[in-house]
Protein backbone atom coordinates (compact mmCIF):
# COMPACT_ATOMS: atom_id res chain seq x y z
CA UNK A 1 0.00 0.00 0.00
CA UNK A 2 1.48 3.58 -0.93
CA UNK A 3 1.89 6.51 1.41
CA UNK A 4 0.50 3.43 3.99
CA UNK A 5 0.73 5.07 7.78
CA UNK A 6 3.20 3.73 9.96
CA UNK A 7 1.67 1.48 12.69
CA UNK A 8 3.44 0.51 15.35
CA UNK A 9 3.07 -2.54 18.15
CA UNK A 10 4.83 -2.64 21.20
CA UNK A 11 4.54 -5.65 23.07
CA UNK A 12 5.15 -9.53 20.79
CA UNK A 13 2.67 -11.61 23.14
CA UNK A 14 -0.31 -12.87 22.00
CA UNK A 15 -2.55 -10.01 21.53
CA UNK A 16 0.28 -7.59 20.14
CA UNK A 17 0.55 -10.71 17.68
CA UNK A 18 -2.63 -10.78 16.39
CA UNK A 19 -3.38 -7.26 16.21
CA UNK A 20 -0.28 -7.82 13.92
CA UNK A 21 -1.97 -10.09 11.84
CA UNK A 22 -5.49 -8.65 11.78
CA UNK A 23 -3.70 -5.57 10.17
CA UNK A 24 -1.89 -7.80 7.73
CA UNK A 25 -5.29 -8.90 6.65
CA UNK A 26 -6.42 -5.73 6.01
CA UNK A 27 -3.57 -4.14 4.09
CA UNK A 28 -1.70 -2.70 6.72
CA UNK A 29 2.01 -3.44 8.17
CA UNK A 30 3.00 -3.15 11.24
CA UNK A 31 6.40 -3.08 12.90
CA UNK A 32 6.70 -5.18 16.29
CA UNK A 33 8.86 -3.86 19.12
CA UNK A 34 9.27 -6.81 21.79
CA UNK A 35 11.51 -5.94 25.20
CA UNK A 36 12.31 -9.76 25.07
CA UNK A 37 14.42 -11.99 22.76
CA UNK A 38 11.76 -14.18 21.67
CA UNK A 39 7.67 -13.72 20.88
CA UNK A 40 4.90 -15.18 22.66
CA UNK A 41 5.26 -12.46 26.15
CA UNK A 42 3.90 -15.10 28.77
CA UNK A 43 3.06 -18.02 26.00
CA UNK A 44 6.87 -19.45 26.44
CA UNK A 45 8.72 -22.46 26.58
CA UNK A 46 12.35 -23.29 27.68
CA UNK A 47 13.93 -26.62 25.94
CA UNK A 48 16.34 -28.35 27.99
CA UNK A 49 17.63 -31.25 26.92
CA UNK A 50 15.10 -31.79 23.97
CA UNK A 51 12.50 -31.66 27.02
CA UNK A 52 9.29 -29.58 26.97
CA UNK A 53 9.24 -26.99 30.05
CA UNK A 54 6.51 -24.20 29.43
CA UNK A 55 6.47 -21.70 31.48
CA UNK A 56 3.43 -22.66 34.08
CA UNK A 57 0.92 -25.10 33.07
CA UNK A 58 -1.36 -23.39 30.69
CA UNK A 59 -3.68 -24.72 28.29
CA UNK A 60 -5.30 -23.85 25.04
CA UNK A 61 -9.24 -24.08 25.46
CA UNK A 62 -10.02 -25.35 21.66
CA UNK A 63 -13.26 -23.85 21.98
CA UNK A 64 -12.68 -20.37 22.34
CA UNK A 65 -13.99 -18.80 19.78
CA UNK A 66 -10.43 -16.29 19.08
CA UNK A 67 -8.39 -19.76 18.81
CA UNK A 68 -10.66 -20.61 15.98
CA UNK A 69 -10.41 -17.47 14.29
CA UNK A 70 -6.39 -17.25 14.77
CA UNK A 71 -5.12 -20.24 15.04
CA UNK A 72 -4.50 -23.32 12.35
CA UNK A 73 -5.54 -25.80 15.29
CA UNK A 74 -4.87 -28.89 13.31
CA UNK A 75 -1.44 -27.59 12.57
CA UNK A 76 -0.63 -27.14 16.29
CA UNK A 77 -1.43 -31.48 16.55
CA UNK A 78 -2.83 -30.82 19.80
CA UNK A 79 -2.82 -33.40 22.66
CA UNK A 80 -6.12 -33.11 24.57
CA UNK A 81 -6.41 -33.94 27.87
CA UNK A 82 -9.11 -36.32 29.08
CA UNK A 83 -12.22 -33.85 30.53
CA UNK A 84 -11.35 -34.78 33.81
CA UNK A 85 -8.83 -34.86 36.90
CA UNK A 86 -7.63 -37.44 39.39
CA UNK A 87 -7.84 -36.03 42.89
CA UNK A 88 -5.60 -36.93 46.08
CA UNK A 89 -5.44 -36.33 49.28
CA UNK A 90 -4.17 -38.34 52.04
CA UNK A 91 -2.52 -41.22 50.14
CA UNK A 92 -6.09 -41.53 48.50
CA UNK A 93 -7.05 -40.75 44.57
CA UNK A 94 -10.63 -39.85 43.52
CA UNK A 95 -11.85 -39.16 40.16
CA UNK A 96 -14.01 -36.29 38.40
CA UNK A 97 -14.78 -36.53 34.62
CA UNK A 98 -17.01 -36.20 32.32
CA UNK A 99 -18.48 -40.01 31.45
CA UNK A 100 -20.32 -38.83 28.63
CA UNK A 101 -17.08 -37.77 26.94
CA UNK A 102 -14.82 -40.15 28.36
CA UNK A 103 -16.88 -43.50 29.46
CA UNK A 104 -14.00 -44.75 31.06
CA UNK A 105 -14.89 -42.19 33.66
CA UNK A 106 -17.93 -43.41 34.26
CA UNK A 107 -17.67 -46.08 37.36
CA UNK A 108 -14.61 -44.23 38.84
CA UNK A 109 -17.08 -41.11 39.07
CA UNK A 110 -19.94 -42.93 39.94
CA UNK A 111 -18.10 -44.00 42.98
CA UNK A 112 -15.46 -41.32 43.46
CA UNK A 113 -16.19 -39.89 46.85
CA UNK A 114 -15.45 -36.18 45.81
CA UNK A 115 -19.05 -34.94 46.10
CA UNK A 116 -22.66 -36.23 46.50
CA UNK A 117 -24.89 -37.59 44.09
CA UNK A 118 -26.77 -34.33 44.15
CA UNK A 119 -23.35 -32.57 43.40
CA UNK A 120 -22.59 -35.00 40.22
CA UNK A 121 -26.42 -33.55 39.10
CA UNK A 122 -25.75 -30.47 39.48
CA UNK A 123 -22.25 -30.50 37.34
CA UNK A 124 -24.59 -32.23 34.39
CA UNK A 125 -27.31 -29.36 34.88
CA UNK A 126 -24.90 -26.34 35.32
CA UNK A 127 -22.63 -27.51 31.85
CA UNK A 128 -25.97 -28.01 30.35
CA UNK A 129 -27.42 -24.50 30.93
CA UNK A 130 -23.80 -22.80 30.33
CA UNK A 131 -23.70 -24.83 26.98
CA UNK A 132 -27.14 -22.83 26.00
CA UNK A 133 -25.94 -19.72 27.70
CA UNK A 134 -24.71 -16.74 25.20
CA UNK A 135 -20.97 -15.84 25.68
CA UNK A 136 -22.91 -12.33 25.81
CA UNK A 137 -25.52 -13.06 28.35
CA UNK A 138 -22.74 -14.73 30.68
CA UNK A 139 -20.80 -11.35 30.21
CA UNK A 140 -23.72 -9.42 31.08
CA UNK A 141 -24.51 -11.60 34.12
CA UNK A 142 -23.96 -10.13 37.50
CA UNK A 143 -20.52 -10.46 38.81
CA UNK A 144 -19.82 -11.93 42.02
CA UNK A 145 -16.87 -14.09 43.18
CA UNK A 146 -16.95 -17.94 42.02
CA UNK A 147 -17.36 -18.98 45.90
CA UNK A 148 -20.35 -17.50 46.53
CA UNK A 149 -21.69 -18.21 42.67
CA UNK A 150 -21.19 -22.14 43.50
CA UNK A 151 -22.74 -21.50 47.03
CA UNK A 152 -25.93 -19.70 45.45
CA UNK A 153 -25.88 -22.99 43.42
CA UNK A 154 -26.15 -25.39 45.99
CA UNK A 155 -23.01 -27.52 45.87
CA UNK A 156 -21.90 -29.01 48.58
CA UNK A 157 -18.76 -27.42 50.46
CA UNK A 158 -17.28 -30.71 50.13
CA UNK A 159 -17.46 -30.67 46.25
CA UNK A 160 -16.42 -26.65 46.64
CA UNK A 161 -13.22 -27.62 48.44
CA UNK A 162 -12.28 -31.20 46.98
CA UNK A 163 -13.05 -30.42 43.28
CA UNK A 164 -14.01 -26.72 42.62
CA UNK A 165 -11.35 -25.36 44.69
CA UNK A 166 -8.02 -27.13 43.54
CA UNK A 167 -9.11 -27.40 40.01
CA UNK A 168 -9.69 -23.24 39.61
CA UNK A 169 -7.04 -22.55 41.56
CA UNK A 170 -4.93 -24.05 38.58
CA UNK A 171 -6.70 -21.85 36.24
CA UNK A 172 -7.17 -18.35 37.95
CA UNK A 173 -4.41 -18.90 39.87
CA UNK A 174 -5.42 -18.10 43.06
CA UNK A 175 -7.15 -20.26 45.43
CA UNK A 176 -9.90 -18.58 47.53
CA UNK A 177 -12.13 -18.76 44.40
CA UNK A 178 -12.41 -15.35 44.41
CA UNK A 179 -12.08 -14.62 41.09
CA UNK A 180 -15.43 -13.30 38.94
CA UNK A 181 -17.99 -15.73 38.50
CA UNK A 182 -18.17 -14.81 34.91
CA UNK A 183 -14.72 -16.41 33.99
CA UNK A 184 -16.03 -19.28 36.06
CA UNK A 185 -18.93 -19.31 33.51
CA UNK A 186 -16.65 -18.44 30.41
CA UNK A 187 -13.81 -21.30 31.59
CA UNK A 188 -16.77 -24.02 32.40
CA UNK A 189 -18.32 -23.60 29.06
CA UNK A 190 -15.53 -23.39 26.95
CA UNK A 191 -14.39 -26.51 29.17
CA UNK A 192 -17.89 -28.35 28.54
CA UNK A 193 -18.10 -27.49 24.64
CA UNK A 194 -14.27 -28.37 23.69
CA UNK A 195 -11.19 -29.55 25.41
CA UNK A 196 -8.09 -28.20 27.16
CA UNK A 197 -5.33 -29.20 25.04
CA UNK A 198 -1.68 -28.72 24.37
CA UNK A 199 0.64 -28.17 21.19
CA UNK A 200 2.50 -31.15 21.04
CA UNK A 201 6.08 -29.12 20.32
CA UNK A 202 4.43 -26.93 23.87
CA UNK A 203 2.61 -24.29 24.36
CA UNK A 204 5.38 -21.89 22.47
CA UNK A 205 3.92 -23.09 19.59
CA UNK A 206 0.77 -21.38 19.67
CA UNK A 207 2.87 -17.53 19.00
CA UNK A 208 5.18 -19.41 16.72
CA UNK A 209 2.16 -20.19 14.37
CA UNK A 210 1.13 -15.95 14.65
CA UNK A 211 4.60 -15.19 14.53
CA UNK A 212 4.80 -17.00 10.84
CA UNK A 213 2.16 -14.93 9.71
CA UNK A 214 4.04 -12.09 9.72
CA UNK A 215 6.90 -11.56 8.17
CA UNK A 216 10.63 -11.87 10.33
CA UNK A 217 11.53 -8.44 9.45
CA UNK A 218 8.42 -6.84 11.06
CA UNK A 219 9.06 -8.15 14.29
CA UNK A 220 12.34 -6.82 16.53
CA UNK A 221 13.43 -8.42 19.48
CA UNK A 222 15.07 -7.40 22.51
CA UNK A 223 13.68 -3.84 21.91
CA UNK A 224 12.38 -2.29 24.60
CA UNK A 225 10.11 0.55 25.06
CA UNK A 226 10.33 3.28 27.33
CA UNK A 227 7.89 5.82 26.07
CA UNK A 228 4.92 6.60 23.56
CA UNK A 229 4.17 10.49 23.69
CA UNK A 230 1.64 10.69 20.51
CA UNK A 231 3.66 9.97 17.51
CA UNK A 232 6.77 9.81 19.10
CA UNK A 233 7.83 6.22 20.52
CA UNK A 234 11.17 6.73 22.70
CA UNK A 235 13.29 3.17 23.09
CA UNK A 236 15.16 2.07 26.37
CA UNK A 237 18.31 3.23 24.63
CA UNK A 238 17.31 6.93 24.06
CA UNK A 239 16.45 6.31 20.15
CA UNK A 240 13.51 8.08 18.82
CA UNK A 241 10.90 6.63 16.14
CA UNK A 242 7.90 8.51 14.70
CA UNK A 243 4.66 6.51 13.94
CA UNK A 244 1.42 7.42 12.82
CA UNK A 245 -0.31 5.09 15.22
CA UNK A 246 1.03 2.96 18.30
CA UNK A 247 -1.05 -0.02 19.43
CA UNK A 248 0.55 -0.91 23.24
CA UNK A 249 -0.07 -4.71 23.75
CA UNK A 250 1.41 -4.53 26.79
CA UNK A 251 1.00 -2.78 30.47
CA UNK A 252 0.35 0.75 29.31
CA UNK A 253 0.57 2.60 32.73
CA UNK A 254 4.62 3.56 32.40
CA UNK A 255 5.26 3.87 28.98
CA UNK A 256 2.44 6.68 28.89
CA UNK A 257 3.20 9.81 29.84
CA UNK A 258 0.28 11.62 32.40
CA UNK A 259 -1.77 8.04 32.93
CA UNK A 260 -2.10 6.61 37.01
CA UNK A 261 -0.27 4.02 37.58
CA UNK A 262 -2.62 1.72 37.71
CA UNK A 263 -1.06 -0.85 40.61
CA UNK A 264 -2.62 -3.75 38.86
CA UNK A 265 -2.37 -6.49 41.17
CA UNK A 266 -1.06 -10.32 39.02
CA UNK A 267 -1.69 -13.89 40.21
CA UNK A 268 1.47 -15.32 40.48
CA UNK A 269 2.84 -19.09 39.78
CA UNK A 270 5.46 -21.23 40.55
CA UNK A 271 6.22 -24.62 37.98
CA UNK A 272 8.73 -26.84 38.98
CA UNK A 273 9.73 -29.96 37.23
CA UNK A 274 11.22 -33.12 38.54
CA UNK A 275 12.44 -36.40 37.44
CA UNK A 276 10.29 -39.66 38.97
CA UNK A 277 10.38 -43.00 38.31
CA UNK A 278 6.69 -42.85 38.20
CA UNK A 279 5.41 -44.30 35.35
CA UNK A 280 2.47 -41.35 34.92
CA UNK A 281 -1.03 -42.24 34.15
CA UNK A 282 -0.88 -43.71 31.33
CA UNK A 283 -2.83 -40.62 29.59
CA UNK A 284 -3.06 -36.45 29.49
CA UNK A 285 -5.35 -35.85 33.03
CA UNK A 286 -4.30 -33.28 35.41
CA UNK A 287 -3.57 -34.20 38.83
CA UNK A 288 -5.27 -32.04 41.76
CA UNK A 289 -4.17 -32.23 45.52
CA UNK A 290 -6.71 -31.63 47.32
CA UNK A 291 -5.63 -31.60 50.96
CA UNK A 292 -5.73 -28.45 53.16
CA UNK A 293 -2.60 -26.63 53.84
CA UNK A 294 -0.56 -27.81 50.95
CA UNK A 295 1.20 -25.39 48.75
CA UNK A 296 1.22 -28.30 45.64
CA UNK A 297 -1.83 -27.54 43.15
CA UNK A 298 -1.99 -29.66 40.24
CA UNK A 299 0.52 -31.55 38.37
CA UNK A 300 0.93 -33.43 35.29
CA UNK A 301 3.34 -36.27 33.72
CA UNK A 302 5.06 -35.25 30.78
CA UNK A 303 5.14 -38.03 29.15
CA UNK A 304 1.62 -38.31 29.62
CA UNK A 305 1.45 -35.21 26.97
CA UNK A 306 4.69 -35.37 24.75
CA UNK A 307 6.26 -37.80 22.56
CA UNK A 308 9.61 -38.96 23.98
CA UNK A 309 9.68 -37.44 27.34
CA UNK A 310 10.82 -40.28 29.92
CA UNK A 311 9.41 -39.94 33.71
CA UNK A 312 9.43 -35.72 34.54
CA UNK A 313 6.29 -34.28 36.63
CA UNK A 314 5.63 -30.82 36.55
CA UNK A 315 3.74 -29.13 39.55
CA UNK A 316 2.43 -26.04 39.95
CA UNK A 317 2.32 -24.15 43.40
CA UNK A 318 -0.15 -21.08 43.45
CA UNK A 319 -0.43 -20.25 47.20
CA UNK A 320 1.66 -17.85 48.36
CA UNK A 321 5.22 -19.35 50.14
CA UNK A 322 8.06 -17.75 52.05
CA UNK A 323 10.66 -20.27 50.84
CA UNK A 324 13.93 -20.45 48.73
CA UNK A 325 13.21 -22.46 45.64
CA UNK A 326 15.19 -25.50 46.77
CA UNK A 327 13.14 -25.69 49.92
CA UNK A 328 10.23 -25.44 48.50
CA UNK A 329 11.34 -28.34 46.03
CA UNK A 330 11.96 -30.43 48.96
CA UNK A 331 8.33 -29.63 50.30
CA UNK A 332 7.01 -30.33 46.91
CA UNK A 333 8.71 -33.81 47.33
CA UNK A 334 7.20 -34.03 50.82
CA UNK A 335 4.05 -33.30 49.78
CA UNK A 336 3.45 -35.39 46.74
CA UNK A 337 4.63 -38.54 48.71
CA UNK A 338 2.41 -38.32 51.45
CA UNK A 339 -0.75 -37.15 49.32
CA UNK A 340 -0.47 -38.46 46.10
CA UNK A 341 2.06 -41.63 46.77
CA UNK A 342 4.38 -40.22 44.05
CA UNK A 343 8.22 -40.07 44.87
CA UNK A 344 10.47 -37.14 42.81
CA UNK A 345 13.78 -37.18 42.50
CA UNK A 346 15.83 -34.04 41.63
CA UNK A 347 14.32 -31.00 40.31
CA UNK A 348 15.43 -30.08 36.93
CA UNK A 349 13.85 -26.87 36.57
CA UNK A 350 11.63 -24.53 37.88
CA UNK A 351 9.98 -21.05 36.74
CA UNK A 352 8.34 -18.24 39.03
CA UNK A 353 5.85 -16.51 37.26
CA UNK A 354 5.23 -13.18 39.23
CA UNK A 355 2.73 -11.30 36.52
CA UNK A 356 0.96 -14.50 35.19
CA UNK A 357 -2.88 -13.59 35.51
CA UNK A 358 -3.63 -10.11 35.96
CA UNK A 359 -6.15 -10.13 38.84
CA UNK A 360 -9.41 -8.04 37.64
CA UNK A 361 -12.52 -7.19 39.62
CA UNK A 362 -14.37 -6.49 36.98
CA UNK A 363 -14.15 -7.83 33.77
CA UNK A 364 -15.90 -8.17 30.42
CA UNK A 365 -14.98 -10.52 26.78
CA UNK A 366 -13.16 -8.00 25.15
CA UNK A 367 -13.06 -4.59 24.46
CA UNK A 368 -14.91 -2.81 21.36
CA UNK A 369 -12.58 -1.24 18.73
CA UNK A 370 -14.12 2.53 19.95
CA UNK A 371 -12.88 1.60 23.17
CA UNK A 372 -9.34 0.70 23.11
CA UNK A 373 -8.40 4.36 22.00
CA UNK A 374 -6.18 5.88 24.77
CA UNK A 375 -5.50 9.17 23.05
CA UNK A 376 -5.37 10.75 19.55
CA UNK A 377 -3.25 8.28 17.71
CA UNK A 378 -2.77 5.63 20.83
CA UNK A 379 -4.42 2.61 21.35
CA UNK A 380 -4.31 -0.35 23.34
CA UNK A 381 -4.37 -3.93 24.00
CA UNK A 382 -3.48 -7.18 25.63
CA UNK A 383 -5.72 -9.66 28.00
CA UNK A 384 -5.68 -7.46 31.03
CA UNK A 385 -8.23 -4.97 29.28
CA UNK A 386 -10.52 -7.79 29.64
CA UNK A 387 -9.56 -10.95 31.24
CA UNK A 388 -6.90 -13.04 32.20
CA UNK A 389 -7.20 -15.56 28.75
CA UNK A 390 -5.42 -16.24 25.74
CA UNK A 391 -9.47 -15.87 24.31
CA UNK A 392 -9.52 -11.90 25.58
CA UNK A 393 -5.51 -11.19 24.42
CA UNK A 394 -6.25 -12.46 20.59
CA UNK A 395 -9.96 -10.66 20.87
CA UNK A 396 -8.37 -7.24 22.65
CA UNK A 397 -5.29 -7.19 19.89
CA UNK A 398 -8.23 -7.61 16.79
CA UNK A 399 -10.24 -4.95 18.38
CA UNK A 400 -7.00 -2.33 18.72
CA UNK A 401 -5.76 -3.03 15.00
CA UNK A 402 -9.18 -2.45 14.52
CA UNK A 403 -10.05 0.50 15.96
CA UNK A 404 -6.73 2.59 14.40
CA UNK A 405 -8.10 0.53 10.68
CA UNK A 406 -11.29 2.53 10.99
CA UNK A 407 -9.30 5.89 12.10
CA UNK A 408 -7.01 5.59 9.02
CA UNK A 409 -10.35 4.99 6.63
CA UNK A 410 -12.14 8.13 8.18
CA UNK A 411 -14.84 5.35 9.74
CA UNK A 412 -14.88 6.84 13.35
CA UNK A 413 -17.88 8.60 14.68
CA UNK A 414 -17.25 11.31 16.30
CA UNK A 415 -19.45 12.36 19.57
C1 LIG B 1 1.37 -19.64 34.03
C2 LIG B 1 0.27 -19.12 33.17
C3 LIG B 1 -0.84 -19.90 32.96
C4 LIG B 1 -1.84 -19.46 32.11
N1 LIG B 1 -2.85 -20.30 31.81
C5 LIG B 1 -3.70 -19.97 30.81
C6 LIG B 1 -4.62 -20.93 30.33
O1 LIG B 1 -4.60 -22.09 30.73
N2 LIG B 1 -5.48 -20.53 29.34
C7 LIG B 1 -5.49 -19.26 28.86
O2 LIG B 1 -6.30 -18.96 28.00
N3 LIG B 1 -4.62 -18.34 29.31
C8 LIG B 1 -3.73 -18.66 30.26
N4 LIG B 1 -2.80 -17.77 30.67
C9 LIG B 1 -2.92 -16.37 30.22
C10 LIG B 1 -2.33 -16.11 28.86
O3 LIG B 1 -1.02 -16.58 28.78
C11 LIG B 1 -2.37 -14.59 28.64
O4 LIG B 1 -3.72 -14.18 28.70
C12 LIG B 1 -1.79 -14.12 27.32
O5 LIG B 1 -0.57 -14.70 27.06
C13 LIG B 1 -1.65 -12.61 27.38
O6 LIG B 1 -1.08 -12.15 26.17
P1 LIG B 1 -0.76 -10.61 25.99
O7 LIG B 1 -0.16 -10.46 24.66
O8 LIG B 1 -1.95 -9.81 26.35
O9 LIG B 1 0.31 -10.27 27.14
P2 LIG B 1 1.83 -10.73 27.29
O10 LIG B 1 1.98 -12.16 26.98
O11 LIG B 1 2.23 -10.30 28.67
O12 LIG B 1 2.61 -9.90 26.21
C14 LIG B 1 3.10 -8.59 26.42
C15 LIG B 1 4.39 -8.48 25.63
O13 LIG B 1 4.83 -7.15 25.69
C16 LIG B 1 6.23 -7.15 25.92
N5 LIG B 1 6.57 -5.87 26.54
C17 LIG B 1 6.21 -5.43 27.77
N6 LIG B 1 6.70 -4.20 27.99
C18 LIG B 1 7.36 -3.86 26.86
C19 LIG B 1 8.11 -2.69 26.49
N7 LIG B 1 8.24 -1.67 27.31
N8 LIG B 1 8.68 -2.66 25.26
C20 LIG B 1 8.54 -3.71 24.38
N9 LIG B 1 7.87 -4.84 24.71
C21 LIG B 1 7.28 -4.90 25.94
C22 LIG B 1 6.45 -8.35 26.84
O14 LIG B 1 7.79 -8.77 26.84
C23 LIG B 1 5.51 -9.36 26.21
O15 LIG B 1 6.11 -10.09 25.20
C24 LIG B 1 -1.78 -18.17 31.53
C25 LIG B 1 -0.65 -17.37 31.77
C26 LIG B 1 0.36 -17.84 32.56
C27 LIG B 1 1.60 -17.01 32.71
Not at 122 to 131: A, E, P, Q, V, Y
Not at 236 to 253: P, T, V
Not at 386 to 409: C, F, H
Amino acid sequence: MQNSPTITIIGAGVSGLCAAIHLKNSGFTAQIYEAHNHVGGRVATDFLNDMILDHGFQVLLDAYPAAQEFLDLKALDLVKFSPGAYIFCDGKKSTVGDPTRDPSFLLTVAFSKVGSIKDKFKIFTLSRKLKQKSLQEIFEAKEQTTLSYLQEAGFSEKMISNFFKPFYAGIFLEDELQTSSRMFEFVFKMFAEGSATLPKNGIAAIPKQLASHVSEDQIHLDQSVSRVAGSQITMADGSKLESDYSIIAAQADRLVPNLPISNMKWHEVTVLYFNTANSGFKKPIIGLVSAENTLCNNFHFLQDVFEGHEKVVSVSVVKEYDYKITELSDRVRMEMKEHCDIGLGEMIHSKIIKKALPDLKNINYSMNPTETQLTENVYLAGDQLSNGSLNAAMLNGKAAAQAVIDKIEGKVVVG
